[in-house]
């Protein structure tokens, strides 16, 4: 395999395609990384809220992350082994896997991640009460980002 251009030009469109934000690939002595430039985030307060002069603020985080560093983890953490969209659910109209309280077993599915349009069933690795969860419906996530606490 050589990295050619029209090789990388395939591999960037398969990112933009299916929505991904970085790959990674070897074959023996070479290797590629090929990232995608998310653009920062700038919130500004409402006009009808804001004062005469009123400067942007950048967030360093989206929301949910954000309210996640504000409560306190407490128990083990499960994290994502997937980059993808995190789905609570099976379907829009079911019930969620778990919620906040809910007692799961290890083994249970407490999520599914969608990556390269299959659907990935994730697992508890723990058992106890699931104390907070961390991402909301439909959010994007990397590898290793923590999903849910289960005490």
Known sequence: ??????YIEKIAKIIADNGLTEISLED???AITIRKDLPEVIA???AAVAAPVAAPVQASAPAASVEALKAEPKGKAITSPMVGTFYAAPSPDADAFVEVGKTIS???VVCIIEAMKLMNEIKSEHSGKVTQI???NGDPIEFGQVLMYVE
């Open 134 to 136: 961390c991402v909301k």
């Open 44 to 46: 500004a307060a409402p």
């Open 106 to 108: 290890e083994g249970d």
């Open 1 to 6: 395999m050589k990295f050619d251009t029209d």
């Open 28 to 30: 023996g002595e070479q």
